[in-house]
């Protein structure tokens, strides 16, 4: 499960957006670790997505998961 964490409002590239950090968790293991962020123009609300935004988030959360122990381990 993915879900986005208290955003920051950041300069980036000349103007400003919130950046929403994503978290991965899940009910078994709790707070996994942080798979990346998303930017939202502050004025005009887009949504600011990079061409490999989706491969990047999915390769982070494989690799999170493959190296936090299993509930059963803690």
Known sequence: MMHGIDPALVLSEGRLVWRVPIELA???????????????????????????????????ARTLLKSAPHPTEA
């Open 26 to 60: 899940s009910p078994m293991r709790g707070h996994i670790g942080f798979i990346g962020a998303l930017d939202v123009d502050a004025r005009t609300t887009d949504l600011i997505i990079p061409a490999n935004f989706v491969e990047e988030i999915e390769a982070n």
